[in-house]
Nanobody, 124 residues
Framework: QVQLEEAGGGLVQAGDSLRISCKAS????????MAWFRQRPGKEREFVAS????????HYGDSVKGRFTISRDNAENTVYLQMDSLKPEDTAVYYC?????????????????WGQGTQVTVSS
């Protein structure tokens, strides 16, 4: 069982940067792939980025490629999402997810554990 808690959301202006984090508790964090999803107002939840259990491989959604960077610190049981060049359309609740897997990131269809989310609001 893994518990996930996101932090670092807030209100920023367009063009700003923000880093959000997700702290995991439970066993074998370093055996779990980790991901970020977001849910924009009135939209379905969408994939943002994922990182392999060792941190070597990453995978991004098209809407954030080149602007967002996912990383992890297995010693701290934490995964990060660095968001640069933020746009108003990045406004969403951002969720952290985990899956005990070594599967290629782009092939992962479901995630086993979810956090409660953190709100990111980008003003124009």
């Amino acid at each position: 069982q893994v518990q996930l808690e996101e932090a670092g959301g807030g209100l920023v202006q367009a063009g700003d940067s923000l880093r959000i984090s997700c702290k995991a508790s439970g066993r074998f964090f370093d055996k779990h792939a980790m991901a970020w999803f977001r849910q924009r107002p009135g939209k379905e939840r969408e994939f943002v980025a994922s990182v392999s259990y060792g941190g070597t491989y990453t995978h991004y959604g098209d809407s954030v490629k080149g602007r967002f960077t996912i990383s992890r610190d297995n010693a701290e049981n934490t995964v990060y999402l660095q968001m640069d060049s933020l746009k108003p359309e990045d406004t969403a609740v951002y969720y952290c997810a985990a899956k005990y897997t070594a599967l290629v990131l782009s092939l992962i269809q479901t995630w086993d554990y979810w956090g409660q989310g953190t709100q990111v609001t980008v003003s124009s």
